[in-house]
């Protein structure tokens, strides 16, 4: 038996973006929070878009927005217009000068280089300030913040960050280690401070400061718990095949049919961020029901066992309720972040609530 689906012309799986929940997740993280709330929207608004997220947030009620690079920054504020607060992580880079001036971004400085940098370039432009609190990635380190604090404090940064290494694990002694360390640099400042991100967040108000900065809890993703999933996946079913017991599917005949089978292939694959690891290990969904996927995820299809299906539909769910990016983080050993900021190019991304 094979049917090919020709007649409702679906070649790309489609990648279903949920806004509303998007702003949900925002205003409960929001109201976990002691004070000011960003969000993060770097790396394309996580693979979702940059600009059709970021225009979600600012309606819920976001003001400031954070993103790495500074040329992201600018794809965020032709979505926004002037008014709101654009952070970029990376700091004034070699480069980035025109790109922050245009743009009106706010670098956030992490280096005594980057803060000649940017008084010898934009001496009246607002900047903002990265300390490295542990986690030895980015912001001046204490022993280089003492040198460089009275320079940097006449020119009125308007922000100090540091960022939190496990907390994703609230008892985790590093926590309470970078708190302290945080307020030792900071404590005797008068400028908004920020020191959370969504795990921060939940690690209680004394991690708060002036301003929570939420990334992956607004996407849906641990350790955000009581998150709304944010995407959804369809993949659509190009063929249908009969395998008779014994048969074998895919590369390296991984599978081998234990009875008669039916088995739907269906247009996705590796190339579209479904890491081929987490094959053995995931479904796929028609409405509430789970088929296994068989055979080894290649690079543009995967072939899922529906035998038991009575009516094979048009697409079969990769993401869903039942199944988030968490899930599949499991299945490969990743995390959230890795599934969602890899999920391609390819896919035809559909807005909802927006």
């Not at 607060?85 to 245009?102: K, P, R, W, Y």
Request: proline share 5%.
């Amino acid at each position: 038996y094979r049917r090919t689906n020709q007649e409702t012309g679906m070649s790309t799986a489609s990648l279903r973006i949920d806004l509303q929940a998007l702003a949900a997740n925002w205003q409960a993280l929001n109201s976990i929070g002691t004070c000011e709330t960003a969000a993060v929207v770097k790396a394309d608004g996580y693979g979702l878009g940059a600009a059709q997220v970021a225009t979600a947030l600012a309606k819920a009620g976001a003001r400031k927005f954070f993103v790495a690079v500074a040329e992201e920054g600018l794809s965020v504020r032709s979505a926004l217009g002037p008014d709101p607060e654009i952070f970029v992580f990376s700091g004034h880079m070699v480069g980035d000068t025109a790109l922050l001036q245009q743009a009106n971004l706010t670098p956030l400085i992490n280096s005594a280089q980057q803060l000649q940098r940017h008084l010898q370039a934009l001496p009246s432009h607002g900047f903002g300030l990265q300390l490295d609190t542990g986690m030895n990635r980015l912001g001046i380190e204490p022993s280089d913040w003492q040198d460089l604090r009275e320079q940097a404090l006449a020119y009125d940064p308007v922000l100090v960050i540091s960022h939190l290494a496990c907390a994703d694990t609230p008892d985790h002694p590093m926590n309470a280690a970078q708190l302290a360390c945080f307020c030792e640099m900071t404590d005797d400042l008068q400028i908004p401070r920020s020191l959370s991100a969504t795990g921060g967040i939940l690690l209680g108000p004394e991690y708060h400061f002036d301003l929570t900065r939420p990334g992956i809890g607004l996407y849906g993703g641990a350790p955000f718990c009581a998150a709304r999933p944010v995407v959804s996946l369809a993949l659509p079913v190009i063929q249908i095949r009969d395998v008779a017991a014994g048969e074998t599917v895919g590369y390296g005949n991984a599978w081998c049919a234990a009875r008669a089978s039916r088995i739907a292939t269906v247009s996705a694959g590796y190339a579209d961020g479904l890491i081929r690891a987490m094959g053995p290990k995931v479904s796929l969904y028609h409405a509430t029901t789970a088929y296994p996927l068989v055979g080894r995820i290649s690079m543009d299809l995967i072939t899922v066992d529906v035998t038991e299906l009575a009516q094979v539909p048009e697409t079969l769910d990769m993401l869903n309720n039942y199944q988030t990016i968490e899930t599949l983080a499991d299945a490969a050993e990743t995390i959230g972040y890795e599934i969602l900021t890899s999920l391609g190019a390819r896919y035809n991304r559909v807005y909802r609530g927006s």
